[in-house]
């Protein structure tokens, strides 16, 4: 069974879609789904233009409250945690300030870890986790990142950025053809057109 981690953000829309395209490629094919945070603040901070937008640093509330689960509650209580906040962030209308506190409770953690999304003592693990992910693939790309481990070999690469999540046995063949596409020696990139704004529909 190959191990597949997975670096994201959980404020990127493209990630959320990408996200759930893998929880289909867990449907058809032999892998164990691993989440690993990463942070587009760090991942931006020393750019001239923040391309987030975030000069007020809010994108680093969510991840530490991400860092708070999984150092309290693990892999499992992190991507619980992740998929009932991202249905919120990304499926709703608009923002709803108790999104945090209700994705808590459906994922049956804590409300009180909302309040570590200003504890500044959880950057240094966003960022050593952040850093592994990056670390694979080289500071040059965004979230999602994704490593794929078997007993052949490690690869890994940043994306793919999809609009739309392809379902069933399409997700299992787009995964096929990108792990295969990363393993060629000397391979780096392929880009189509534009990305359109993601469908979750």
Wanted: hydrophobic share 40%; aromatic share 8%; glycine share 8%.
């Amino acid at each position: 069974m190959a191990v597949v981690d997975v670096w994201f953000d959980p404020s990127c829309p493209y990630t959320w879609v990408t996200a759930n395209w893998l929880l289909e490629v867990e449907r058809v094919r032999p892998i164990e789904l691993r989440w690993n945070i990463m942070s587009l603040s760090v991942l931006n901070e020393d750019k001239e233009i923040d391309p987030e937008g975030d000069t007020e640093g809010y994108l680093w509330l969510p991840v530490r409250i991400c860092a708070a689960v999984e150092q309290e509650h693990g892999h499992t209580g992190l991507r619980d945690f992740y998929f009932a906040l991202g249905r919120r962030l990304h499926e709703g209308a608009e923002w709803d300030p108790e999104a945090i506190p209700q994705a808590l409770i459906e994922a049956g953690l804590p409300v009180s870890l909302a309040d570590q999304a200003w504890n500044t003592d959880y950057d240094q693990r966003i960022r050593a986790s952040h850093e592994r992910g990056v670390g694979l693939v080289g500071t040059h790309v965004g979230t999602p990142i994704i490593s794929v481990t078997d007993e052949a070999r490690r690869s890994a690469w940043f994306g793919p950025v999809l609009s739309r999540v392809p379902r069933g046995e399409v997700a299992g063949t787009l995964f096929d053809a990108v792990s295969t596409m990363v393993a060629v020696p000397g391979f780096h990139e392929v880009k189509t057109t534009a990305p359109s704004p993601p469908d979750l529909s």
